[in-house]
């Protein structure tokens, strides 16, 4: 069925934004890329070098404590979120982004997923979204069950392509709730069934 059918198809509904949830959902994760590029911004040059740990774990506060409020809050979300493998991520400023290259892009990707079905009314094959996890799983698949490392670079790619199927899919969902006839509810079931049986008594009286 997936395979007889456009990837994609636009929709000619003419409306500018698509869903308020979708915006705001948009809107959110631009401001969380822009917060996780910033951070290493905000801290001393050549502070944080090696933030390697485990997930799940916070292992390098002593790092963030000398830091303001903000690039600590996020780096510590990272410290809890990320396994933070130095060779894994990239550094700005010195220092070691809060996020794995691959979370990084998998950031991105909600970005790009979320604003494309937030400002163009688009109909996505199930197929696309499956294309687009696939990268993600075979490089990183192979990563953790053989000796092959991956690069910077290709994570940031799967994981960009990952994050945009998946805002497209929950996109997808949005919309089609969104699109769905609300149901009837017991009050307004209650009132039809009233009005009917006085139009049956009216009938009967004339």
């Known amino acids: 069925m997936w395979l007889g059918t456009p990837l994609w198809s636009l929709r000619n509904d003419g409306a500018l934004i698509t869903s308020g949830v979708l915006l705001i959902l948009f809107v959110a994760s631009a401001i969380w890329v822009a917060l996780s590029v910033t951070a290493p911004l905000l801290a001393p040059s050549d502070t ?29 979300i990272g410290d809890l979120e990320c396994h933070q493998i130095a060779e894994r991520s990239f550094f700005l400023n010195g220092n070691q982004m809060p996020f794995c290259s691959r979370d990084l892009g998998l950031f ?45 670079s290709l994570r940031v790619a799967t994981g960009v ?46």
């Open 48 to 76: 944080l070098l090696d933030l390697t740990g485990t997930v799940g774990m916070r292992e390098n506060d002593a790092q963030f404590e000398p830091l303001s409020i903000v690039p600590r809050t996020i780096y510590i």
């Open 108 to 152: 991105i990707g909600l970005v790009a997923g979320f604003g494309i079905a937030t400002f163009i009314s688009i109909q996505i094959n199930p197929a696309l979204l499956v294309l687009g996890l696939l990268p993600l799983g075979l490089d990183g698949g192979v990563q953790l069950v053989t000796e092959y490392e991956s690069t910077n």
């Open 161 to 206: 392509l990952a994050g945009a199927a998946l805002a497209l899919l929950l996109a997808m969902f949005i919309i089609a709730f969104k699109e769905t006839p609300a149901t009837k509810t017991p009050s307004s079931e209650l009132e039809e069934a009233s009005i009917l049986l006085r139009e049956s008594a009216d009938e009967q009286t004339d």
